[in-house]
């Protein structure tokens, strides 16, 4: 039946070369190099995405190739209308897969697909890479298990400043990737970051799109959680189940001002002990550019883990207009060809809960 959807799904154009491996010896050749495949998977299927959408699908085509495809279904138009986040969300998945890779000796390039964003109209999945694996003498310089470890933290942090030398070591990093991530821990301004979050997040969610897709995306009950493996569980982001289906689903009962104020309250107190902010500045203007920017983010997360040190996204700020400019100002102006494209909270934590994730087989095509 997967099958049959997927051929369904490719486009004319490319159905012909994609029935070769489906079929007959590329049959046989794409079920022996599944394991393999499998194995870089049961690592890269952690990686993180926005709304945790998880819009990846792998077709097997060999022991050294197969193609990525993204679930047009699984993209967030209202909130990433140009799909950049999206698109470095991919990046951190080939990057995993990358990490992985080099574990088993083997490198993994992957050639891009020409179109300059994803295709919001699209019904079929949609390819996004050829990936290429080819053996190397290189060794992993993370250890992979780290991307199953790695994971978001909305948790309260515990007011330890992270020491200078891990800041110096993930600026290097941002560095040989063309970007520079600034921390700062100057309570003024660590302060002015929150509120500005607060406000925003709280504002975007008075826009009826906005919330109408991240409604599609919440999941409020564990049994909801596990069984779609999918999307923002209640219990990740800290908020009682039934308070956030309220919110999303009844949001007419918190038009009142004091609910407001108790809703924010109760976010800011989960933000407690938070003492430092950073950003990453760089090239995020085109298609590449994101890829890239996702495989930085992937390497500056895991090395983070490493050092047993949690983040938290604040991707409001940066795709809210007005909070942007808010944000930029305060940061003082980059130039355009180095705009601020992520801003995070980071500190430690108790480990936080597991978010759920699809399957091998669910990401797997199956001939
Ligand atoms: C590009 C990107 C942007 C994200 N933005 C946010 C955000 O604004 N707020 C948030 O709470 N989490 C954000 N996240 C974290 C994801 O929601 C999270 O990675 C996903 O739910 C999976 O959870 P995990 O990281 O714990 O495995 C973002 C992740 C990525 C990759």
């Not at 945790?52 to 967030?76: C, F, G, H, I, M």
């Not at 969300?89 to 088993?104: N, P, V």
């Not at 959680?225 to 918190?254: I, V, Y």
Request: hydrophobic letters at 40%; charged letters at 20%; glycine letters at 6%.
């Amino acid at each position: 039946m997967h099958r049959r959807k997927f051929l369904h799904r490719a486009s004319l154009g490319t159905a012909a070369a994609l029935l070769a491996p489906l079929l007959g010896v590329g049959r046989a050749r794409a079920a022996e190099a599944a394991p393999l495949w499998a194995e870089l998977l049961e690592y890269a299927r952690w990686s993180p995405s926005p709304h945790n959408v998880q819009p990846w699908k792998l077709q097997v085509v060999s022991a050294t190739e197969a193609r990525l495809y993204y679930d047009p279904a699984r993209l967030l138009p209202h909130t990433d209308p140009t799909s950049r986040f999206t698109v470095a969300g991919l990046g951190m998945f080939i990057e995993c897969l990358r990490l992985a890779a080099l574990t088993r000796g083997l490198a993994l390039s992957a050639q891009q697909a020409a179109e300059p964003r994803l295709s919001y109209s699209a019904t079929g999945l949609q390819l996004f890479a050829t990936l290429h694996l080819a053996p190397t003498t290189t060794p992993a310089a993370l250890d992979r298990e780290l991307i199953r470890q790695r994971k978001t933290s909305r948790l309260h942090y515990d007011n330890r400043e992270i020491p200078l030398a891990v800041q110096h070591r993930l600026s290097a990093i941002a560095a040989t990737y063309g970007h520079t991530l600034t921390f700062t821990n100057e309570p003024a301004m660590v302060s002015f970051i929150l509120d500005l979050n607060r406000e925003t997040l709280f504002t975007d969610l008075d826009d009826p799109a906005v919330r109408t897709e991240l409604a599609s995306w919440v999941r409020t009950s564990d049994q909801q959680a596990a069984t779609q493996k999918d999307g923002l569980w209640s219990h990740c982001m800290g908020f009682p189940g039934r308070l956030m289906h309220n919110f999303f689903f009844h949001s007419e009962r918190f038009r009142s001002a004091w609910k407001r104020r108790i809703l924010g309250k109760v976010y800011t107190h989960s933000m407690h002990g938070t003492t430092t902010v950073a950003w990453l500045q760089g090239p995020f203007g085109t298609r590449p550019d994101w890829v890239q920017a996702g495989a930085l983010l992937q390497q500056l997360w895991l090395e983070m883990t490493r050092h047993n040190l949690y983040l938290h996204p604040f991707g409001s700020v940066i795709t809210n207009p007005a909070a942007y400019t808010k944000f930029s100002q305060r940061i003082g102006q980059a130039p355009a060809t180095e705009p601020a494209w992520l801003l995070v909270r980071l500190g430690y934590s108790q480990e936080p809960p597991r978010s759920y994730r699809l399957t091998v087989n669910d990401i797997l095509l199956h001939a």
